[in-house]
């Protein structure tokens, strides 16, 4: 009898042992989804570039996955799409202090080819005017390349010239091959002049060491086929933390689709067209993504990973809906 006890007793326990993780599992995911959107931490959908791919799509056909919180600096993971990273990245940062709305022929520092390819320098012949959207002002840019990557500030009146734009630091850039696909980089939040609490705003070039400009960027406006010394006018703008985008001629239609994810379907309304439906897990990897032809509410099968955080993307013609969601 006693030995019966026992063992009802070990059961049990192990019984309340196996509920009590479970518990604590599904709540420890509920708690970091809840942290990681209130720092931000996690885009997602990632901030996709313009799609054009004038040289190769190394930053044309890539994405950036951004995070920083109030322990971690701030963060950007970049996607290559596998082509080949050749030439410099160039980000131009708005963060509300005074800047200049346009990079033109004032700006002229050559004196290494990342100061060229910030200040688009004709030093070789290729200058041109970068346009920014009416209230950007770029203050600081970064630049990257296989060589190195470093963050500059532009100095906001008067012209500047070789070796006038300043050095802040390093950013701590992993892309040393042309052919990784894949690197990261950071910086501090200070180094911005920033607070944790702030946001940002942000458009890319890529262009040659020479000051050669591509198509290949991020934020609206290069019209695809720019290349050389072709002006660019950039018609809008990506916002950091949490990748927004603001178009001078469109309204934000972000989480407009209607739509819910229940026992293994999603289900969407409203839409007759053709969408992307793509899936990221907690670390902002996508897991899934395809185009399905939307037709009615008409479910599609779509499992995910059980208990775990996800985020399902879906992206028609001109809307967006981002889900939450933690499949039991």
Same mark, same amino acid.
């Not at 322990?71 to 290559?80: C, H, K, L």
């Not at 959207?133 to 500030?153: H, K, M, Q, R, T």
């Not at 012209?159 to 992993?174: C, D, K, M």
């Given at each position: 009898?006693?030995?019966?006890?026992?063992?009802?007793?070990?059961?049990?326990?192990?019984?309340?042992?196996?509920?009590?993780?479970?518990?604590?599992?599904?709540?420890?995911? #509920?708690?970091?989804? +809840?942290?990681?959107?209130?720092?931000?931490?996690?885009?997602?959908?990632?901030?996709?570039?313009?799609?054009?791919?004038?040289?190769?799509?190394? *930053?044309?056909?890539?994405?950036?996955?951004? !995070?920083?919180?109030?322990?971690?600096?701030?963060?950007?993971?970049?996607?290559?799409?596998?082509?080949?990273?050749?030439?410099?990245? =160039? #980000?131009?940062?708005?963060?509300?202090?005074?800047?200049?709305?346009?990079?033109?022929?004032?700006?002229?520092?050559?004196?290494?080819?990342?100061?060229?390819?910030? +200040?688009?320098?004709?030093?070789?012949?290729?200058?041109?005017?970068?346009?920014?959207?009416?209230?950007?002002?770029? +203050?600081?840019?970064?630049?990257?390349?296989?060589?190195?990557?470093?963050? %500059? !500030?532009?100095?906001?009146?008067?012209? *500047?010239?070789?070796?006038?734009?300043?050095?802040?630091?390093?950013?701590?850039?992993?892309?040393?091959?042309?052919?990784?696909?894949?690197?990261?980089?950071?910086? $501090? %939040?200070?180094? #911005?002049?920033?607070?944790?609490?702030?946001?940002?705003?942000? =458009?890319?070039?890529?262009? +040659?060491?020479?000051?050669?400009?591509?198509?290949?960027?991020?934020?609206?406006?290069?019209?695809?086929?720019?290349?050389?010394?072709?002006?660019?006018?950039?018609?809008?703008?990506?916002?950091?933390?949490?990748?927004?985008?603001? #178009?001078?001629?469109? *309204?934000?239609?972000?989480?407009?689709?209607?739509?819910?994810?229940?026992?293994? &379907?999603?289900?969407?309304?409203?839409?007759?067209?053709?969408?992307?439906?793509?899936?990221?897990?907690?670390?902002?990897?996508?897991?899934?993504? $395809?185009?399905?032809?939307?037709?009615?509410?008409?479910?599609?099968?779509?499992?995910?990973?059980?208990?775990?955080?996800?985020?399902?993307?879906?992206?028609?013609?001109? &809307?967006? &809906?981002?889900?939450?969601?933690?499949?039991?």
């Amino acid at each position: 009898m006693l030995k019966s006890l026992q063992h009802t007793r070990q059961q049990l326990f192990k019984y309340n042992y196996i509920i009590t993780q479970k518990s604590l599992l599904i709540c420890f995911i #509920l708690l970091t989804s +809840s942290y990681i959107f209130s720092q931000n931490r996690l885009p997602p959908p990632p901030c996709n570039a313009n799609g054009n791919s004038g040289f190769g799509g190394a *930053v044309g056909e890539g994405h950036i996955l951004f !995070s920083g919180d109030g322990v971690n600096p701030i963060n950007f993971a970049m996607s290559t799409s596998a082509n080949d990273m050749n030439d410099i990245l =160039v #980000l131009y940062i708005d963060t509300g202090e005074p800047g200049r709305n346009e990079i033109d022929t004032t700006i002229d520092d050559n004196a290494d080819d990342h100061r060229i390819a910030i +200040s688009n320098s004709n030093v070789n012949g290729y200058g041109s005017t970068i346009s920014f959207l009416p209230g950007f002002e770029a +203050s600081y840019a970064i630049a990257i390349d296989v060589n190195f990557g470093g963050l %500059w !500030s532009i100095p906001n009146t008067g012209s *500047v010239g070789t070796g006038e734009l300043g050095f802040i630091t390093s950013v701590n850039s992993t892309l040393t091959s042309s052919t990784q696909g894949f690197y990261t980089f950071n910086f $501090n %939040w200070e180094d #911005l002049g920033l607070t944790i609490t702030d946001e940002f705003h942000f =458009v890319g070039v890529y262009v +040659s060491n020479t000051g050669y400009s591509s198509d290949e960027g991020y934020g609206e406006g290069i019209t695809t086929g720019t290349i050389g010394s072709d002006n660019i006018t950039f018609t809008g703008y990506l916002t950091l933390p949490g990748c927004s985008e603001t #178009l001078s001629n469109s *309204v934000n239609l972000l989480n407009t689709i209607d739509a819910y994810y229940f026992n293994d &379907k999603l289900f969407i309304k409203n839409i007759n067209e053709a969408v992307t439906i793509s899936v990221y897990d907690i670390q902002g990897r996508k897991t899934y993504s $395809n185009l399905h032809q939307i037709q009615g509410s008409v479910p599609i099968s779509l499992e995910l990973n059980k208990n775990e955080l996800q985020f399902i993307v879906i992206e028609s013609s001109n &809307k967006r &809906k981002v889900l939450k969601v933690i499949p039991n």
